[in-house]
């Protein structure tokens, strides 16, 4: 008014509930659709850990191993740096299951299991390839600090009472072969091969041993 008061309101409105409506409706889809896919994701990856692990130890399996071997022997010729693999199996083990059944069999794979994973190394790859044969990756490690590694193993593993819940013990073994990946020129297949060849020597010359292979003869212990 003239006086400087207001006295009326002019307003212009639209109805925008339809476009609110969509709005949210939008949004909505949009957070359904992110949930999906992130279940996608997670059942993918779970899929994709099951590929992976044995079901019974928790370890990585043989395909891991193959997929993982060669990067870290491509990596060992690059740098340089010396690549080992352990080849463990569990002697007389079919005598195991036999005496004890397959239940006392499982149990004496985890605690074997649980042997190699305790204190390994982030770069360390521990993996049951099948039945009751393992394999141990370890990159940097020179054939001495992989000899003790698995003479260590070998050593706890033997002192390690089981016991299986039917009122026995059971005292089992393992047989180890070591050898060192020599680099370019030899596949990661090969430098398994050699040391697969040094645990039957130790089976060969009565079990619950390690030998390591390498260039010169085999050292048995």
Not at 140 to 154: D, L
Request: contains cysteine; negative net charge.
């Amino acid at each position: 008014g003239a006086s400087g008061a207001v006295t009326h309101f002019v307003a212009i409105k639209a109805d925008v509930s339809a476009r609110r409506q969509a709005e949210e409706a939008l949004s909505a889809a949009h957070r359904e659709l992110a949930a999906r896919v992130a279940e996608i994701e997670s059942l993918n990856e779970q899929l994709r850990e099951r590929a992976i692990r044995d079901p019974l130890t928790g370890l990585h399996n043989r395909r891991y191993f193959e997929e993982t071997a060669g990067r870290d022997a491509a990596r060992a010729v690059r740098t340089g740096e010396p690549l080992a693999v352990l080849v463990i199996d569990i002697d007389h083990f079919k005598t195991v299951n036999d005496k004890h059944g397959h239940a006392a069999g499982d149990l004496v794979l985890r605690v074997l299991a649980e042997i190699l994973t305790a204190g390994v190394r982030d770069s360390d790859l521990v993996c049951r390839i099948g039945g009751e044969e393992f394999v141990v990756l370890l990159p940097g490690a020179a054939m001495e600090v992989a000899f003790e590694r698995a003479e260590a193993v070998r050593a706890e593993f033997a002192a390690t009472p089981i016991d299986p819940g039917d009122g026995s013990e059971i005292r089992s073994t393992v047989s180890v072969g070591v050898a060192v990946f020599r680099g370019e020129g030899e596949s990661h297949e090969a430098a398994l091969g050699r040391a697969d060849a040094a645990l039957y020597q130790a089976k060969r010359a009565g079990r619950n041993r390690v030998v390591a292979v390498a260039d010169a003869p085999p050292s048995v212990v």
